[in-house]
């Protein structure tokens, strides 16, 4: 029960961005993937959550692919975008009810909402809130189906310190409980307060 990622490759036109990227995370692990602007850390999170294909390699959850259109391990990942970005048409509950039928997996506990601080915006419109609004918002869409994978990229963008404090203590607790989580940090303070060890990205591969 892990996450495999072997052999994996990305271009981009005549640019490869990730260049054989190999990396292994184990239950309950956290996993920090830090490195400078550009170096693909956005790239490989997108690949692992299944919205770009790569040219080779294989990324495997609990000995499934996560690759393909129609994946069906990716019902047990939960995806947080760096933008958090979601159709602005939709309200907060469209979005996490739209997740849920993807998944097939249940409604969000209204404790998990709370949890997140999401309530309180469940009929706003996604593009009215504020990018600290959304971040909880999508952080909640990531939870649906109680996910054994969370996938975070750059998490504690636009949050206030409550949100940065809810937020670590949930990933302990997520960890603590056996799930695996992956996130791209510029952050090194946050990546050592979730117990992150940390991989360095540079020039298309893990460093360590």
């Known amino acids: 029960?892990?996450?495999?990622?072997?052999?994996?490759?990305k271009r981009f036109g005549g640019r490869e961005v990730l260049r054989g990227v190999e990396l292994g995370i184990e239950p309950g692990e956290r996993v920090a993937l830090v490195g400078t602007n550009g170096v693909g850390k956005s790239t490989l999170l997108s690949v692992v959550a299944g919205l770009i294909e790569p040219e080779a390699g294989t990324v495997v959850l609990h000995g499934t692919s996560l690759l393909g259109r129609d994946a069906p391990a990716r019902a047990g990942l939960g995806y947080l975008p760096e933008a958090a970005?979601?159709?602005?048409?939709l309200s907060v509950r469209e979005l996490l009810a739209l997740v849920a039928a993807l998944k097939?997996?249940?409604?969000?506990?209204?404790?998990?909402?709370?949890?997140?601080?999401a309530r309180s915006t469940l009929d706003l419109r996604m593009g009215s809130l504020s990018l600290g609004q959304r971040r909880r918002a999508c952080l909640a869409a990531a939870l649906v189906g109680d996910p054994t994978l969370l996938v975070l990229d750059e998490p504690t963008n636009g949050l206030d310190p409550a949100g940065l404090t809810m937020l670590i203590a949930l990933l302990r607790e997520r960890a603590a409980?056996?799930?695996?989580?992956?996130?791209?940090?510029?952050?090194?303070?946050f990546a050592d307060?979730?117990?992150?060890?940390?991989?360095?990205?540079?020039e298309?591969?893990?460093?360590g």
């Open 1 to 9: 029960m892990s996450l495999r990622i072997e052999g994996l490759h």
């Open 85 to 89: 970005a979601a159709p602005p048409h």
């Open 104 to 117: 097939r997996a249940p409604s969000l506990e209204g404790a998990v909402l709370d949890r997140v601080g």
């Open 177 to 189: 409980q056996g799930a695996m989580v992956l996130v791209a940090t510029h952050d090194f303070s």
């Open 193 to 202: 307060a979730i117990g992150a060890r940390h991989v360095r990205l540079e």
């Open 204 to 207: 298309g591969r893990v460093q």
